[in-house]
T-cell receptor
Framework: NAGVTQTPKFRVLKTGQSMTLLCAQD?????MYWYRQDPGMGLRLIHY?????TTAKGEVPDGYNVSRLKKQNFLLGLESAAPSQTSVYFC???????WGRGNSPLHFGNGTRLTVT | TQLLEQSPQFLSIQEGENLTVYCNSS?????LQWYRQEPGEGPVLLVT?????EVKKLKRLTFQFGDARKDSSLHITAAQPGDTGLYLC?????????????FGTGTRLQVTL
């Protein structure tokens, strides 16, 4: 089982350049998420989607855009990269977000390490 | 503002020792999850606790949810090198939307022979 696949694994950008991170899941999950992970700050939610064609802002959405044209794919775009966006980006998916029932974990990809110089 | 603070931030112990990791908040959570993350990989769910005072065991790992649902702990008995990794707690605030699953600051554990 592939689960959640992220591409690319590594990327170096110069300030002002743009790029798109691709996330694909094969579990038929409705819900997909983009997080960034920085030392000492845990994981912070950038944007999420509750289904094909929908997106919503998370905790730190500024400087990022997302699209969910197909259920299995969730794209994260940086239109004009800044050094503050240097981070490790994780995509995740879940069957639902009924966290209280304890039966819907987040399934994460292996991350994209992005450096903006 | 970080809603979930984990302590300690780093922990380096020898194989066979016991340890406890804490996850604290001033907010009340409807449920709390613990994840483990190994280098170069994404976090993987270990357990979800949903009831105040609940204790769950996963082999040598014991998870407890505080009675007031504001804190949680992870206790590892007789740690092994395979336990090495970053441990993250994640709390779900009442309301249940995806934006309200908040991750802690993380505890990096290293277990040496």
């Amino acid at each position: 089982n592939a689960g959640v696949t992220q591409t690319p694994k590594f990327r170096v950008l110069k300030t002002g350049q743009s790029m798109t991170l691709l996330c694909a899941q094969d579990m038929n999950h409705e819900y997909m998420y983009w997080y960034r992970q920085d030392p000492g700050m845990g994981l912070r939610l950038i944007h999420y989607s509750v289904g094909e064609g929908t997106t919503a802002k998370g905790e730190v959405p500024d400087g990022y855009n997302v699209s969910r044209l197909k259920k299995q794919n969730f794209l994260l775009g940086l239109e004009s990269a800044a050094p503050s966006q240097t981070s490790v980006y994780f995509c995740a998916s879940s069957y639902s977000f009924s966290w209280g029932r304890g039966n819907s974990p987040l399934h994460f990809g292996n991350g994209t390490r992005l450096t903006v110089t | 503002t970080q809603l979930l603070e984990q302590s300690p931030q780093f922990l380096s112990i020898q194989e066979g020792e016991n340890l406890t990791v804490y996850c604290n908040s001033s907010s009340v959570f409807s449920s709390l999850q613990w994840y483990r993350q190994e280098p170069g990989e994404g976090p993987v769910l270990l357990v979800t606790v949903v009831t105040g005072g609940e204790v769950k065991k996963l082999k040598r790992l014991t998870f407890q949810f505080g009675d007031a649902r504001k804190d949680s702990s992870l206790h590892i008995t007789a740690a092994q090198p395979g336990d090495t990794g970053l441990y993250l707690c994640a709390g779900a605030l009442y309301g249940g939307t995806a934006s309200k699953l908040t991750f802690g600051t993380g505890t990096r554990l290293q277990v040496t022979l």
